[in-house]
């Protein structure tokens, strides 16, 4: 198993540009997440997912939207990018019932100049 | 309103010595998961520990235990015979609802 994989690991942005972050798990996880972490900072969400074709906000979810049309692929698309969207992106995953520990991805660096 | 809180930005601590870091939070829920997550310099996130709310007995994973005071609503990581390589940022986190809230971290630093 891969895990979850995230794209790409690095990117430079210039102000007003758009991008799509991709992220993949492969372990048939049900839930799937979006969290951006600033420096100094815990991890904050952006999006989650129940399951495809089913996605719901988080604590900071402008700026950004979500689809997630297969179990496995839950990308995150950034329109018109601002300075305020430099951050570290990590996509998570978990399975159903009572397991909450979410397995993360290696994250995105994205800087908006 | 969940609240995760970590009250101690840095720690350092030699090795083979033991270091606990502190995690307190709130939540109006009865039952609850908390976890330990560790981020070396790599950045990626690992699970250390998990501790559920309704067990008592406090969890280990070898050199990792806690020390959980539900009605404290505190939840502190115990590291024993630290290890240049747990150098890394810590962080605590409570399930809320479907996602998980985290305090802002500790950065603990193993010295030789």
């Known amino acids: 198993n891969a895990g979850v994989t995230q794209t790409p690991k690095f990117r430079i942005l210039k102000i007003g540009q758009s991008m799509t972050l991709q992220c993949a798990q492969d372990?048939?996880?049900?839930?799937m997440y979006w969290y951006r972490q600033d420096p100094g900072m815990g991890l904050k969400l952006i999006y989650y997912s129940v399951g495809a074709g089913i996605t719901d906000k988080g604590e900071v979810p402008n700026g950004y939207n979500v689809s997630r049309s297969t179990t496995e692929d839950f990308p995150l698309r950034l329109e018109l990018a601002a300075p305020s969207q430099t951050s570290v992106y990590f996509c998570?995953?978990?399975?159903?019932?009572?397991?909450?520990?979410?397995?993360f991805g290696p994250g995105t660096r994205l800087t908006v100049t | 309103a969940q609240t995760v809180t970590q009250s101690q930005p840095e720690m350092s601590v030699q090795e083979a010595e033991t270091v606990t870091l502190s995690c307190t939070y709130d939540?109006?829920?009865?039952?609850?998961?908390l976890f330990w997550y560790k981020q070396p310099p790599s950045r990626q996130m690992i699970l250390v520990i998990r501790q559920e709310a309704y067990k008592q007995q406090n969890a280990t994973e070898n050199r990792f235990s806690v020390n959980f005071q539900k009605a404290a609503k505190s939840f502190s990581l115990k590291i024993s015979d630290s290890q240049l390589g747990d150098t890394a940022m810590y962080f605590c986190a409570l399930n809320s609802g479907y996602a998980l809230n985290f305090g802002k971290g500790t950065s603990l630093l193993v010295t030789p």
């Open positions: 372990m048939n996880h049900n839930y």
């Open positions: 998570a995953s978990r399975p159903g019932g009572g397991a909450y520990e979410q397995y």
């Open positions: 939540t109006s829920e009865s039952n609850y998961y």
